[in-house]
Nanobody, 124 residues
Framework: QLRIVESGGGLVQPGGSLRLSCTVS????????IGWFRRAPGKEREGVSC???????NYVGSVKGRFTISADSAKTTVYLQMNTLKPEDTAIYYC??????????????????WGQGIQVAVAS
């Protein structure tokens, strides 16, 4: 059974940093994508960053240059290093996994598995 475990959220001051982790287990996909999405209060969910099993990455424009996505050697734990955080980064962050790289290309796919979400709050 596929399992997604997220960690690393919390409260940070503007300009600070946080690192989110997402560990995905129990899947048998050969190719896959793991991404981070977020839903801010009163807003639609948006794709933030994504990495494919081949190493290709994608970022939404608002986080480019501030966030970095990476994976461990097994490519089953994905990290999102978030630097220079802004109040507008405040949201619940969700890890998602899919056997389709469409998740990274289009921020959606037909088969997507979601984590429970983790709160990130950026405030003074």
């Amino acid at each position: 059974q596929l399992r997604i475990v997220e960690s690393g959220g919390g409260l940070v001051q503007p300009g600070g940093s946080l690192r989110l982790s997402c560990t995905v287990s129990g899947f048998t996909w050969y190719n896959y994508a793991i991404g981070w999405f977020r839903r801010a209060p009163g807003k639609e969910r948006e794709g933030v960053s994504c990495i494919g099993s081949g190493g290709t990455t994608n970022y939404v424009g608002s986080v480019k240059g501030r966030f970095t996505i990476s994976a461990d050697s097994a490519k089953t734990t994905v990290y999102l290093q978030m630097n220079t955080l802004k109040p507008e980064d405040t949201a619940i962050y969700y890890c998602a996994a899919s056997p389709s790289f469409r998740l990274c290309e289009l921020w959606e796919a037909g088969d997507v598995h979601w984590g429970q979400g983790i709160q990130v709050a950026v405030a003074s």
